[in-house]
């Protein structure tokens, strides 16, 4: 076999990472609001387990002898998104007051656009999330 035709991803995960500026107060969030589970901590990083997903939660940070130039910082301007993320949900107005019972403040409420109803959230560091039911034509 080439390299050309090899999968170098084979038995891989992807993992998030999320720069954020309180480790606790973010372990709290992920974990007791959106029900992450914990699966270890080791020096300034916490992994979670999230729908099958992990996510690594880590304090801002210098450059590295692997990465020299590159900077760990958290979102400076909480209305500009570069990443964020979408769940797929059955229903997203019993999603969206499930949530908000648990101290979740929603940009807006749940709205319907086209086929399916979303709503938007952030984490505790203005991490963009979507909550977004799908509906079938009829």
């Not at 090899?6 to 309180?22: H, K």
């Amino acid at each position: 076999m080439n390299h050309t035709d090899a999968n170098p991803f084979e038995s891989s995960a992807l993992t998030t990472i999320l720069v954020v500026s309180d480790l606790l107060i973010s372990k709290s969030f992920y974990i007791d609001v959106l029900g992450a589970e914990l699966y270890r901590e080791y020096g300034e990083s916490v992994v979670l387990r999230f729908l099958k997903n992990w996510i690594l939660l880590v304090l801002p940070g210098g450059p590295t002898e692997d990465k020299p130039d590159i900077h760990f910082s958290i979102q400076k301007e909480p209305n500009t998104v570069s990443q964020s993320f979408t769940i797929r949900i059955k229903n997203c107005r019993e999603s969206y007051n499930i949530l908000k019972s648990k101290g979740v403040l929603f940009i807006t409420p749940p709205f319907e656009r086209g086929s399916e109803v979303r709503c938007f959230f952030q984490d505790p560091d203005g991490h963009l999330f979507e909550i977004s039911e799908y509906k079938q034509e009829k």
